[in-house]
């Protein structure tokens, strides 16, 4: 039976709950124990699926097919435990859940009302899974406070309620703004969200004060005292160089002991931190840096593209390089000259989106990489661009576009090479989907085999002819258009099992042109960087030698 541990956050949002989450649940791990990680979100969209990144970030995608909250990503890269649908939940999900139960005469004519039906939903959610690990952990999203937060607030209270005393604890995390005018570290945001918890009838057991400056002895004995805790369960966050030092600071904080003695878990395993001290060496002792354009939509927020920027990362420690990832606006290229932008990197990156905005300068970006022979990594809506490109100015197909554009434009203006995804197979199933279908959870989305060209540079990258990638599209490249992209070139590397989907292409004669179907970044770790990431700085480290 699992023990729970329940996050909280205070004072203002965006502390790094999720990170502090993925950390404690990497140190339960170091010493021995098995981890679970959940996401309880309180906005009212059923998934992020159809709120746009600039919102919310990007959207995580997991083996089973669901859309979730990008901490679910910090929880897969530190804890290597494979997220799954039943790990994040938002109140729409809860409140679509309680009112088609009420429509189907679950309730037998009860009035229905947030209490007790929607926090029993929750509860129902928070248990599924409760016999597979040691531990627990579910980070409630937002601050304590929020009114949407409320029903999860009060679930929670409950749920520690049921259970036995000792199989439940609270670890809230709050700030501790520092007034550089005056010198002073100020306690009393802390002391007024803990407050505000407790008049919901949650006492923290464990408080992480997140601080740019180090906390003095005299101001975690006042936390301590006003709060109600133990003062060696006052854990100072402070600023670090890498998220990746997280679990390695907290150990130094006593977070992971302050945790298992809230638990009376004692005496308590020692923890083995080689892994991530082998992080930390490799990303702090490299061996020069390697400069990646990434040629995207939504550069504005380096969130939308939070776990390519993470790949990166794990793809230079595996080469003992730092990545320097600089983000560039597509459209640019629709207007300028895309030379003078990128003949100063050593690789590029065209990472997926959806719309037609931006895609012209990404069919440009995809274009120089080809004529010049720099590395290029394709990610979804990526890959149809470069083939695109390819069908455009190699193949001869001068007005090759996508059905996605013709859809946003209402008119036909190019001969489409992209198509939208009407049926594919699904396990054993058949899935149908019509671009007038609603767009929440309608793409091909999870995880789904490949199979490899053997000998191609893709099958040498993954040391196998077979792989499982996740998805997350609802278009793709017309294989009509095969044999005449294949003559001048473009190699279909990698297919799905039946051989009518198209998951790799590369450039026969490129040293290092790569676009995928499915988003690779998704499975990529710090302790086990993806192949393809791996591979592909390992490519722009030869160039950054040769420039």
Known sequence: MARFIFITGGVVSSLGKGLASAALGALLQSRGFSVRLRKLDPYLNVDPGTMSPFEHGEVYVTDDGAETDLDLGHYERFTGVAARRTDSVSSGRIYSNVLEKERRGDYLGKTIQVIPHVTNEIKDFIRIGEDEVDFMLCEIGGTVGDIEGLPFFE????FAQDKPRGECIFMHLTLLPYLRASGELKT?????????????GIAPDVLVCRSEVEIPEKEREKIALFCNVRKEAVIAAPDLRSIYEAPL????EG???????A?????????DLSRWEDVMDRLEHTDGEV?????????????????????????GMANRVRVKAEWIDAEIFEREDPSPWLENFDAILVPGGFGERGTEGKIRAAQWAREHKIPYLG???GMQMAVIEAARNVAGLRDAGSEEFDHEAGKKRFTPVVYHLKEWIQGSHKVERRPEDDKG?????????????????VAEIYGTTEIEERHRHRYEVDMSYRDKLESVGLIFSGMSPDGKLPEIVEWKDHPWFIGVQFHPELKSRPFEPHPLFRDFIRAAKETSRLV
Not at 155 to 158: L, S, V
Not at 255 to 261: G, I, N, R, S, T
Not at 263 to 271: G, L, Y
Request: net charge positive; glycine share 6%; aromatic share 6%.
């Open 188 to 200: 009393k945001p802390t002391q007024h969200s803990v407050k505000e918890l407790r008049a919901i």
């Open 249 to 252: 600071a907290y150990h130094r």
């Open 291 to 315: 400069r990646v354009a990434i040629v995207g939509k939504y550069t504005q927020l380096e969130d939308a593209y939070k776990s390519i920027a993470e790949a990166l990362t794990h793809g």
């Open 441 to 457: 959870g309608t793409m091909r989305l999870g995880a789904y085999p490949a199979k490899l060209k053997p000998g191609s540079k």
């Open 263 to 271: 638990f009376r878990i004692s005496p308590a395993p020692r923890p």
């Open 379 to 381: 990610i979804c809506l």
């Open 155 to 158: 679930a929670i209270r409950q």
């Open 255 to 261: 977070l992971d002991q302050a945790v298992l003695d």
